[in-house]
């Protein structure tokens, strides 16, 4: 099971910080990589940042990239995203995913298990 928090109603140019549970120990006890997506009203849900199990391997889509940072502790089976400079169109639903594999690609498909999402929302 994932759990989202830490979302939140924030104005732009400030900062949150997602976190995502996993339960059972399950990141401390496998290899597998993560993700988070998310999803604005009205549109599909999209990639937006992976980190692999040694947490050494990240990438973001390119309208995050330089503002978030993704980051996980295993020991502690838990997955962040830390959110600076916030826009407007950063607003949505933030949903963490679990790969079970040490590399997975940025589409839904691969991602076997999900989160039931945490809501973003930033004013102008």
């Known amino acids: 099971q994932l759990v989202e928090s830490g979302g939140g109603l924030v104005q732009a140019g400030g900062s949150l910080r997602l976190s995502c549970a996993a339960s059972g120990g399950i990141l401390s006890r496998h290899t597998y990589s993560m993700a988070w997506f998310r999803q604005a009203g009205g549109k599909e849900r999209e990639f937006v940042s992976f980190i692999d199990y040694t947490g050494q391997k990240t990438e973001y889509v390119d309208s995050v990239r330089g503002r978030f940072t993704i980051s996980r502790d295993n020991t502690k089976n838990t997955m962040f995203l830390q959110m600076n400079s916030l826009k407007p169109e950063d607003t949505a639903l933030y949903y963490c995913?679990?790969?079970?594999?040490?590399?997975?690609?940025?589409?839904?498909?691969?991602?076997?298990?999900w989160g039931q999402g945490t809501q973003v929302n930033v004013s102008s």
């Open positions: 995913a679990l790969c079970r594999l040490t590399y997975c690609s940025h589409g839904m498909e691969s991602y076997a298990h």
